[in-house]
């Protein structure tokens, strides 16, 4: 019977090794490459066959999200036709474990033909044609397979994923690629929505619901429900914040009158809580409100928003501009409706 858990955990540690050891082939070539494709005016071509192939199509997707042009073309259609895709400024990245396959000893000459010098070799075999014709080598070396029978490409094309996505993120940090950038390669999805979107996108600025320090509980109440927001802020007679009273407020004003315990449901069937207790009516906004609301920019990200709820434990912040004058609320549910989370 095959021990299922210790063969996982030997292909794992094999390939761990396999990756560990690029650390030593990071050298003037990798250095070379990075700057050519940061300082080229084209675009990097990736190519490959078979299982590398597939590893260049994921560079390639990498590159073209994080600010590089990237296409890919393979390597037996390039002999076909797609040749033409490549102009002379390009860099072109060859992807293979051998580097000795019959389409790229027929495809390196063609490239080289067409006026296209910016060879790069990303291979195991540094001793192969690829790497010999090739300006710089990439060198993606492996000592064996994590595959029992040391066939399958398993080290081999870790090593070339791993060796793309340093090629990628060094020309990241090259671009000062920030995450504003990002966005705009990934507009859809949460992931984008979280870069791109904010306060501004998501709340409604003519829901305003606020009133004045002196105001009575009842205008309160009554503000409070037609927003719907499950809070009123608090404003000056030019609309600058001055506090905050959520439907968490009331309920606790409510709980510091002993008057309220002896209430039932019938009390307050066919009048208002107001009517019910009328020491509440004698009470103004200033004696509920919470003088240090939490606020947030309309510039601000939506994210950002959703954060500050969640690590504050309330489902609203106070939209204000730099003057702290008060512009609305962004709810919790704004936001989660928009998907960005």
Known sequence: MVDIKSVARKVIQDETVAIQNLINYIDDDFEAVVRLIYENKGRVIITGI?????????????????????????????IHGDLG???????????????????????????????????????????????????YVLKAKVEKEACPLNLAPTNSTTAQLVLGDALAMCLVECRS????????????????????????????????????????????????????LGAVAIVDGEERLEGIITDGDLRRMMEKYDDVDGLTAKDVMSKSLLDALPILDGLTAKDVMSKSPKTISEDELAYNAYRMMEQNSITQLVVVDKDRHYKGMVHIHDILREGVV
Do not use: Q
Not at 57 to 77: E, L, Q, R, Y
Not at 115 to 127: E, K, P
């Open 177 to 228: 690629f920030s995450s504003r950038d990002f966005a705009r390669f990934h507009p859809g999805g949460s992931l984008g929505k979280r870069l791109y979107t904010r306060v501004s996108d998501v709340y409604d600025g003519t829901n305003r619901p606020c009133i004045t320090r002196e105001a009575g509980i009842r205008p309160v109440i009554l503000a409070m429900s037609k927003g719907r």
């Open 85 to 135: 895709m490549i102009r002379e400024e390009d860099v072109v990245i060859c992807v293979s474990k051998s580097g000795n396959t019959p389409e790229i000893k027929v495809l390196i000459p063609l490239i080289r033909n067409n006026g296209n010098n910016n060879i790069v070799a990303m291979v195991s075999n540094t001793d192969s044609f690829l790497a010999k014709n090739s300006l």
């Open 50 to 78: 078979g299982k590398s192939a597939i590893i260049a199509t994921k560079i390639v997707a990498t590159m073209n999200s994080t600010g590089t042009p990237a296409v890919f073309m393979h390597a037996a259609d390039a």
